[in-house]
């Protein structure tokens, strides 16, 4: 193959390749993260499964939080104190299988404070079986 053929076909390749990193646990991830910085708590419980579990690492809701009730009250109390966000996601990556995906990303939730999350989301049957909100101070702004 002549190279400027090669050279003209790898930008085309590398975009292949990028978009298929996206699927539809990835779309669902960002369609939560805006549900999140929108203060939108009816949407954000939509996400999930029934039995859900959150696992908050760092800031001052860390713990673990399973189930609706729990869930509903961890995102009030985040919805009230931070209001509305602007967010910024970057580096994410969706792994699939016929039983489940598991979503990775960072993302930096901007407003009263800068808030920088390095995430991981596992899909089961389309909803958000587990959540990691791991807080990164280290995470590119």
Known sequence: MHPSIQLSLT???LLA???ALA???ADN???HFRAIAGGQVESVLAHYTDSAALEWVGGPL???YAGKPA???VWNTFAKAQGQLAFKVSDLRESANPKGATVTA???FSGKNTIKVRY???YRDGKIASEVWQIDPNLAG
Request: zero cysteines; proline letters at 8%; charged letters at 10%.
């Open 11 to 13: 930008p085309a390749l």
């Open 71 to 73: 869930l509903n009250g």
């Open 23 to 25: 699927g539809p646990a």
């Open 29 to 31: 991830a960002q369609s």
């Open 62 to 64: 860390d713990g673990r």
């Open 17 to 19: 390749a990028s978009t």
């Open 106 to 108: 960072n993302v930096v």
């Open 120 to 122: 991981v989301l596992t």
